[in-house]
């Protein structure tokens, strides 16, 4: 018998849902790794900027391993949690889970893979500054 707090389930917050269509596959009709974390990191880029009220970058991905493939038609889900914030660095959990064009179901997530990202403040001239900082 399986306990509910058993059952895995996605972490933060949901920031981007949409579906894996024709247009995003590789020459072998499959959605390729590269695709999902172009998604990752627009996830958690939009997620930085709201936490740093401006300009963020991409300075870091800590760790990825994918655990299914995903197919066409599937509904992509990003999910992000905010781990820590430095002085102008944020760190951010970022998970993405699928259900399966098949799956009728809502709650038929699968976990793809999760990666850290480690994100950066900027400022209008494109040079590092502290989070909370007001410019």
Known sequence: M???DDVP??????????????????????????????LMDQAAEWTASREAMGRTATVAIEGM?????????????????????????IKIDVEVWVRPLQDAED??????????????????NGRIRGVRSDT
Request: aromatic share 4%; hydrophobic share 40%; net charge negative.
């Open 9 to 38: 389930v996605p972490k933060g917050q949901l920031t981007l849902k949409l579906a894996a269509t024709r247009q995003q596959t590789n020459a072998h009709g499959d959605i390729p790794a590269g695709w999902l974390v172009s």
């Open 65 to 89: 391993d994918f655990l299914c493939p995903v197919r066409v038609g599937s509904l992509v889900c990003v999910y992000t949690e905010v781990r820590d914030i430095g002085h102008s660095s």
């Open 107 to 124: 709650v038929d997530l699968h976990k793809v893979t999760e990666a850290r990202h480690v994100m950066v403040a900027l400022d209008d």
């Open 2 to 4: 399986t306990e509910l």
